[in-house]
Every structure is written in C-alpha cells, then in structure tokens.
C-alpha cells in the first residue's frame, strides 16, 4: 500500500510539474506568435511603401513632364505674341491710309483669336494628359496596395486569438483543479 501511495504522489507531482511547465511555456508562446505575426506585418508593409514610392516617382514625372509643357507653350505665346506686335508696328508703319490700317488691325484681331484658343486648346490637352496619367498612376497604386494587403491579411486574426486565449485559461483552469 505504502509504494501504491508512493507511485500516486509521484504520478501526481509529475503531473503538476508539467501542468506548471506548459501554463509558464503557454504565454511565451503566444508571445512568441505574436512577435511572428507582428513580423509578417512588418514585411508585408514592404510592398505597399514600394508602391507608394514608385507613384510618387512616376507623379513627380508627369508634374515635370506638365511643368515643361506649359513653360514650353507660354514660351510659344510670348513669342508669337511680340512677333505679331512687331509686324503690327511695320505695317503701320508702311500704310498710307487709316483704312488700310483699320483692315490690317482687323486681320491681326482675328489672327489673335485664333492664336488664343489654339494656345488654349494646347494648354487644355496639357493638363488632359496630366490628369490622366495622375489617374493611371493613383489606379495602379491603389491596385497594388489592395491586392498586398489581400495576400497578407491572415484569414481569422480575431479567432485565432481567442483560441490562444482560451488555451491559456484552460490550461490556468487544469493547474487550479490539480493543484486543489
């Protein structure tokens, strides 16, 4: 009887020594999936923040790009602008006759019309073709971060947790029966 009580206690203590062991390995192990999950969301950022920066690369283009257009075209108006006053002031020069001076102001209005809503016909396609490359680059940007952030979202963060949870009370719950 004395050994049958002996083996109990011996059974009984190794079976409390290791409900101790998992309930102090428990939370180093749900602390150690933390810090893996924690790093997985570290290293899934990598690709948004590329894509972030790679817009913001292909951005800074196209505002250059639109930049030097426009310098461009007002460079085109300013020239043609002083060109067209200084034959203004030849032919004023040469005429003879109001009326022919009036006829030729006449032609140089239309004729500024004209260069005015070409030039603003321009400056329209210019910034066109600049929103539309905004709009292609923030499509892509978007694109790619939604599709990383699909690939490394985890499936049931919230369950797996409380599963983690769980484990941990029922393990408390086993040593406080044992223990009693």
């Not at 250059?64 to 300013?78: H, M, N, R, W």
């Not at 923030?138 to 699909?150: D, F, H, I, L, P």
Request: proline share 2%.
């Amino acid at each position: 009887m004395a050994r049958r009580v002996k083996e109990f206690v011996s059974k009984t203590t190794q079976g409390i020594a290791e409900q101790a062991q998992k309930l102090r390995k428990a939370p180093v192990d749900v602390a150690r999936a933390a810090a893996i999950k924690s790093a997985g969301r570290i290293k899934s950022l990598k690709d948004p923040v590329r894509a972030f920066a790679r817009s913001g690369v292909k951005l800074t283009a196209i505002s250059q790009g639109t930049a030097q257009s426009l310098i461009e075209l007002q460079e085109q108006i300013v020239t043609s602008a002083l060109s067209n006053a200084a034959t203004q002031l030849e032919r004023a020069a040469h005429t003879e006759d109001v009326m022919a001076l009036m006829r030729d102001q006449a032609e140089v209005l239309r004729t500024t019309r004209d260069r005015i809503l070409d030039d603003m016909t321009q400056a329209v396609a210019i910034f066109k073709d600049a929103g539309g490359g905004v709009r292609k680059v923030a499509t892509e940007t978007y694109t790619t971060v939604t599709k990383s952030a699909e690939r490394t979202r985890p499936a049931a963060t919230a369950t797996r947790a409380r599963k983690a949870k769980r484990a941990v009370r029922k393990t408390k719950a086993r040593g406080r029966r044992a223990n009693a």
